[in-house]
C-alpha cells in the first residue's frame, strides 16, 4: 500500500475520543500491521467502534455503558467491525496512524 495522503493532523486523545462517542459511524484508518508475517504493512480499514452484532442491552436509568471501553483503552485494544465485511478486528490503538485523513499525532 503506498503512503496515504493526508490532510492535516489529529492528536491521538481526540482520536480516541471520537471513536468512542461515535459509536457506529464508520470512520477510516491507516494502520501498522505489529506481528506476524505481514509485520510493518500498511493496511486501510472503514470501520465502526464496537462488535458487529451487539446483543442487546437493558440500559435503565443512570446506567453506565462505558465498562468495556474504559478495559479497552487501558489495554490498548479497541473492538473495531470492518464495514462491509462485519468481521470484528481488535487493533492496538498505538499503531492507528491516519484516522479520517488526518494524521496520527501524539
Given at each position: 500500500?503506498?503512503?496515504?495522503?493526508t490532510h492535516g493532523t489529529i492528536h491521538f486523545d481526540e482520536m480516541l475520543a471520537r471513536i468512542a462517542e461515535g459509536g457506529p459511524t464508520p470512520f477510516r484508518i491507516v494502520y501498522v500491521i505489529g506481528q506476524g508475517k505481514n509485520k510493518g504493512q500498511l493496511r486501510e480499514y472503514n470501520a465502526w467502534y464496537g462488535a458487529p452484532n451487539p446483543k442487546a442491552?437493558?440500559?435503565g436509568a443512570g446506567s453506565d455503558n462505558t465498562g468495556h471501553r474504559k478495559l479497552h483503552i487501558e489495554s490498548g485494544t479497541l473492538p473495531f467491525t470492518e464495514f462491509g465485511a462485519r468481521r470484528l478486528l481488535?487493533?492496538?490503538?498505538y499503531n492507528i496512524i491516519h484516522f479520517n485523513g488526518k494524521q496520527?499525532?501524539?
Amino acid at each position: 500500500m503506498a503512503a496515504p495522503q493526508t490532510h492535516g493532523t489529529i492528536h491521538f486523545d481526540e482520536m480516541l475520543a471520537r471513536i468512542a462517542e461515535g459509536g457506529p459511524t464508520p470512520f477510516r484508518i491507516v494502520y501498522v500491521i505489529g506481528q506476524g508475517k505481514n509485520k510493518g504493512q500498511l493496511r486501510e480499514y472503514n470501520a465502526w467502534y464496537g462488535a458487529p452484532n451487539p446483543k442487546a442491552k437493558n440500559v435503565g436509568a443512570g446506567s453506565d455503558n462505558t465498562g468495556h471501553r474504559k478495559l479497552h483503552i487501558e489495554s490498548g485494544t479497541l473492538p473495531f467491525t470492518e464495514f462491509g465485511a462485519r468481521r470484528l478486528l481488535t487493533l492496538f490503538v498505538y499503531n492507528i496512524i491516519h484516522f479520517n485523513g488526518k494524521q496520527v499525532i501524539s
